[in-house]
């Protein structure tokens, strides 16, 4: 198949985007990105001053004061305009993700059609708030009592390198529905894509400052948070971030929906499909350059078809092609950075220091064509100890790791009490309904599969991650418009 075209091959220097004005920042502080497949730089990017910073919150601030006013019906119509716009988006989008971030083209649609869902699921949650309200007339004598929802107002959103569109889509639609506005920070790793979808946004009828884009990292990111007029923050991102950032929302009194890190699992029983299961697999430990948040790198084989699962993995797994995601025909892309990277070869190296044995090497690869990208063939170790560091680490990278259980018994016990710190998501394959409930009712963890690799739930639902996996008082997606909406009550006496 031919290569698709290229959105821009250099993007110049990008702009901070506040008060519905692209910025041209006066900053010092000038970083590049590249395009992860070739090596080679696509744009610059500045990171924002405090007074740049300050400006967002202000122009978010004043947005609200217009924005919290409209009619529930008219923000409803926005917001059906923006699902709209980025249907009108939708090739453009696609094609800068693959470039910026490194994934295939058929990933990047289906990230940006996630995106499309989950401004419908904001539509949605537009027109569902009034049934939030309850009411109660002669509650006591002459005494009527309601309770009203009202949009708190500024948020700051934080986005990681992985998901840089799809995250944005888990928080913004819904602070928009609610009424609420946002200053948007994306991680450093694709800022194009950052801007990208912050354009679409232009399309559509909101008040100048509704949605602000700023690059600056973790320093700026702790001074936005600590602005009076900030409410708190939607975060995606590793574990040892968010809990910094929830400590920092407990001295502040500031709200916050914190995703970070797993270690998820795949658990193949002795009379799932195994032709299925390792086509799914191929999918959850590779796909996205085992970049994915509901992937995983753990596959444990219960009872006598180790071996079978063994072999179809490591056939299947060589059997991808690497290349630039552009080219329709490629299964795998590189990783979205060089240092990215870097760190699952060094937790390949700690895994086999651990105990564990190669399978199947992906490190050495070579894409002809491409000698200067940051590509990792998919890796398959095995005989890991569940007790093992690594085995506890999250490798996210293109990574699956074999282990022998002899029961689903002792899978869920090994998760439960060992793997104990995060609850992000686990998947069984199987044809025993006794065996999917007993795995969904037992597993200590937020995001169940059953005959599925990736436990994506759709926009409508939570990301129900648990434990260290996430931090905060709303999940995202539909369930964050608990982070954006207070309650408020009302008691009146008329006679």
């Not at 698709?4 to 010092?28: A, D, F």
């Not at 920092?248 to 970070?260: A, F, H, M, P, R």
């Not at 060089?338 to 564990?356: H, P």
Request: net charge negative; glycine share 8%.
């Amino acid at each position: 198949m031919a290569l698709l075209p290229e959105v821009e091959k250099h993007y110049g220097r990008l702009k901070l985007y506040i008060g519905g004005q692209w910025v041209e920042s006066s900053s010092t502080r000038i970083q590049t990105t590249t395009n992860p497949a070739t090596g080679e730089e696509i744009a610059e990017f500045p990171l924002a001053t405090q007074q740049e910073a300050r400006a967002a919150v202000e122009a978010a601030a004043q947005a609200f004061q217009t924005w919290r006013q409209v009619a529930l019906r008219e923000r409803a119509r926005i917001l059906f305009d923006l699902r709209q716009a980025f249907e009108k988006h939708y090739d453009v989008l696609c094609r800068v993700l693959t470039q910026d971030h490194g994934r295939t083209i058929g990933e990047s649609r289906g990230s940006v059609r996630r995106v499309i869902e989950n401004v419908e699921s904001a539509c949605a949650a537009a027109y569902a708030m009034p049934k939030l309200n309850e009411h109660v007339d002669q509650l006591a004598r002459g005494i009527d009592e309601w309770l009203v929802y009202e949009p708190k107002g500024v948020f700051l959103i934080i986005t990681p390198g992985n998901i840089p569109m799809h995250a944005w889509s888990s928080f913004v639609p819904y602070a928009l529905a609610a009424g609420c506005t946002v200053v948007v920070s994306p991680s450093r790793q694709d800022p194009v894509a950052a801007e990208y979808i912050c354009r679409v946004t232009q399309d559509v009828d909101l008040p100048p400052g509704a949605v602000n884009l700023v690059h600056g990292g973790r320093e700026i990111n702790e001074f936005i948070l600590r602005q009076p007029e900030v409410q708190g923050v939607g975060f995606i991102g590793s574990t040892a971030v968010g809990q910094r950032l929830f400590r920092l929302c407990g001295e502040l009194g500031k709200d916050s929906s914190l995703n970070g890190n797993g270690k998820n699992l795949v658990v193949i029983m002795p009379d799932a499909d195994l032709d299925q299961a390792v086509s799914w697999l191929l999918r959850s430990c590779f796909g996205m350059g085992g970049q994915r948040c509901l992937g995983s790198d753990n596959v444990v084989v219960v009872g006598d078809v180790y071996d079978q699962v063994r072999e179809k993995l490591a056939t299947a797994a060589r059997g991808m092609k690497l290349g630039y995601g552009l080219d329709e025909s490629v299964d795998l892309g590189p990783m979205c950075t060089a240092q990215g990277r870097d760190k699952v070869l060094a937790w390949i190296d700690r895994a086999l220091a651990d105990g564990a044995r190669m399978v199947s090497d992906g490190r050495s690869i070579s894409v002809p064509d491409y000698p200067h990208g940051y590509f990792l063939a998919p890796t398959v170790l095995e005989g890991l100890d569940p007790h093992a560091p690594s085995a506890r680490e999250e490798a996210f990278g293109p990574v699956a790791v074999l282990m022998r259980a002899s029961s689903l018994d002792e899978v869920i016990s090994w998760h439960n009490q060992i793997n104990h710190d995060y609850g992000h998501s686990a998947c069984i394959m199987t044809q025993s309904g006794k065996h999917a409930r007993k795995f969904i009712t037992e597993m200590e963890t937020g995001n169940i599969g059953v005959n599925v690799g990736i436990p994506q739930p759709y926009a409508f639902f939570p990301l129900a991650s648990k434990k260290q996996s996430f931090l905060g008082m709303a999940k995202s997606r539909y369930a964050s418009l608990r982070l954006f909406l207070e309650e408020k009550t009302v008691t009146a006496r008329w006679v």
